[in-house]
């Protein structure tokens, strides 16, 4: 492989890779991530056909479908009354998942920076109205684990 891949692109295909499995129960995450890295990255296969899979990628994508109830559970609790998952577009949810996840497991990306990648992500994904959602849901989340964390 040429090309060294920045964490926002494989944030990309994390998206890419977790929007399909949201909808397709018999699509395996290996699967999932191959057809995410093929589509914005086909110059990773090699001439064995065979796939580069960056670590943190599978990191993300399986982190995610682990704490699925968690992070679920965690976005719900954060919406306004009367308002449930399934009224949300999907896209804003992986979005919000994977940052959830990064705030909460990998302690080596600030929380902020969790934050700010999703807003570029529903820049990518989505629309100004869901930048905005996902900005608020997250920030009101991040306050409240920085808040917990100075308890310890």
Same mark, same amino acid.
């Given at each position: 492989?040429?090309?060294? !891949? %920045? ?9 890419? +890779?977790?929007?399909? !499995? ?5 699509? %395996?995450?290996?699967?999932? &991530? ?19 899979? =960056?670590?943190?990628? $599978? ?29 949300? %577009?999907?896209? $804003?949810? &992986? ?14 990306? =600030?929380?902020?920076? +969790?934050?700010?990648? +999703? ?17 608020? &849901? ?15």
């Amino acid at each position: 492989m040429n090309k060294e !891949l %920045s964490r926002h692109d494989i944030r990309v295909m994390a998206v890419q +890779a977790l929007f399909p !499995l949201d909808f397709n129960e018999d699509l %395996s995450r290996k699967d999932a &991530i191959e057809q995410a890295i093929e589509l914005e990255h086909g110059e990773m296969i090699d001439e064995e056909q065979e796939k580069f899979i =960056p670590e943190y990628l $599978d990191i993300l994508v399986t982190g995610v479908c682990e704490h699925k109830v968690e992070l679920d559970q965690l976005i719900e609790t954060h919406l306004k009354k009367g308002w449930h998952l399934s009224r949300l %577009s999907k896209m $804003d949810v &992986i979005v919000l998942k994977i940052a959830l996840f990064e705030m909460m497991y990998i302690e080596e990306v =600030p929380g902020k920076v +969790a934050v700010n990648e +999703a807003i570029e992500l529903t820049k990518t994904f989505s629309d100004d109205q869901s930048r905005k959602f996902v900005n608020g &849901i997250l920030s009101n989340i991040l306050k409240e684990l920085d808040e917990a964390n100075k308890e310890k």
